[in-house]
């Protein structure tokens, strides 16, 4: 069964960090593009980070940069992002994706990644 399973989110305050991992199954994450989004209640989904599979290029959004960062452990066939100084406005339902991409990884739409996990809760409040 082909998936993928995020775990690590949760209730952090302000300025705490997170790590999610999303683990990959029934098939092999090397040679596919990977991305972290994310939506909030209300908004639509954006993407946080992604790295791109034909030179390792890594995407942030500007309000994460200096703050997350993404990697890949292709051995393990999973996906992380760290998350360093956590703010309020960073809470939403975060979803690892991958797929099979030929450019870089941000000029895809979140519809162009076939593969998606089910979605861990990050929460930022004090």
């Known amino acids: 069964q082909v998936q993928l399973v995020e775990s690590g989110g949760g209730l952090v305050q302000p300025g705490g960090s997170l790590r999610l991992s999303c683990a990959a199954s029934?098939?092999?994450?090397?040679?596919?593009?990977i991305g972290w989004f994310r939506q909030a209640p209300g908004k639509e989904r954006e993407r946080v980070s992604c790295?791109?599979?034909?030179?390792?290029?890594?995407y942030y959004l500007d309000s994460v940069k200096g703050r997350f960062t993404i990697s890949r452990d292709n051995s393990k066939n999973k996906m992380y992002l760290q998350m360093n100084n956590l703010k309020p406005e960073d809470s939403a339902v975060y979803y690892c994706?991958?797929?099979?991409?030929?450019?870089?990884?941000?000029?895809?739409?979140?519809?162009?990644?076939?593969?998606w996990g089910q979605g861990t809760q990050v929460t930022v409040s004090s």
């Open positions: 994706a991958a797929e099979r991409l030929a450019l870089s990884c941000n000029v895809y739409s979140p519809l162009e990644y076939g593969f």
């Open positions: 790295m791109s599979s034909h030179d390792g290029s890594t």
């Open positions: 029934g098939f092999s994450t090397i040679g596919y593009a």
